[in-house]
């Protein structure tokens, strides 16, 4: 399977601090992309890395990419109590084809 | 903002029963897609649809399942006879392009089997 495994599968910070969740996945791919989702809520996407991209910044987020060792991270700089969610890395094998999540990270921000 | 909205967004069914959940994707998307996620679990592909076609469905998406577009906003998902571990929360998802990209989701809708 193509699936993305998080790593770890919690985590737990104060405020302030970065958080960073890895995901590792089986075969090649087209895009990888991190959505977060907040308890009992749908998913929302945050940013999305094309397998030729290597890293990719949007305001607090920063995402790398290494094809070699099939992984990326996700680095959340200053965290806040709103950060606190689930954040799942999806991955496709080509161009229009389907999704596939990984099994997330939950991240717990404490004040 | 558009948004993507699905109803219910919670229906407790009997085993065996059928069940329609429905979903509403942004108006000028174009591939739609069924997703479930077990409490507490990872979140599951279920079917994707284009063009009044399934493109792409996964091994859990069975004959009890089915979808359908009946006219120009709505997207189905039908499980036949549900089953306990249909239990789930369900979601619905759409995006614009042809090439992968981002997904708008719903905000799910909540299956109980008793």
Redesign the interface.
């Known amino acids: 399977s193509q699936q993305g495994e998080e790593d770890p599968q919690a985590l737990s910070i104060q405020e302030g601090e970065n958080a960073t969740m890895n995901c590792s996945y089986k075969t090649s791919i087209n895009n990888l992309q991190w959505y977060r989702q907040n308890s009992g809520r749908g998913l929302v996407h945050l940013i999305l890395i094309r397998s030729n991209e290597r890293e990719k910044h949007s305001g607090r987020l920063r995402v790398t990419l290494d094809t070699s060792k099939k992984s990326s991270s996700l680095l959340i700089t200053a965290s806040r109590a709103a950060d606190t969610a689930s954040y799942f890395c999806a991955t496709d094998t080509r161009a229009g084809t389907a999704l596939i999540f990984g099994k997330g990270t939950t991240l717990s921000v404490s004040s | 903002e558009p948004e ?1 909205t699905q109803t219910p967004s919670h229906q407790v069914t009997q085993m065996g029963q059928e069940v329609i959940l429905r979903c509403v994707p942004i108006s000028n998307h174009l591939y739609f ?1 069924w ?1 479930r996620q077990i409490l507490g ?5 279920l079917v ?1 649809f284009y063009n009044n076609e399934i ?2 469905k ?1 091994e859990i998406f069975d004959d009890q399942f089915s979808v359908e577009r009946p006219d120009g906003s709505n997207f189905t998902l039908k499980i036949r006879s549900t089953k306990l571990e249909d239990s789930a929360m369900y ?1 619905c ?1 759409s995006n614009l392009r ?11 809708s909540r299956l109980t089997v008793l």
Request: glycine share 12%.
């Open positions: 993507v897609y997703y679990q990872k979140v599951e592909f994707s493109s792409e996964s979601f998802a042809d090439v992968t990209g981002e997904l708008f989701f719903g905000e799910g």
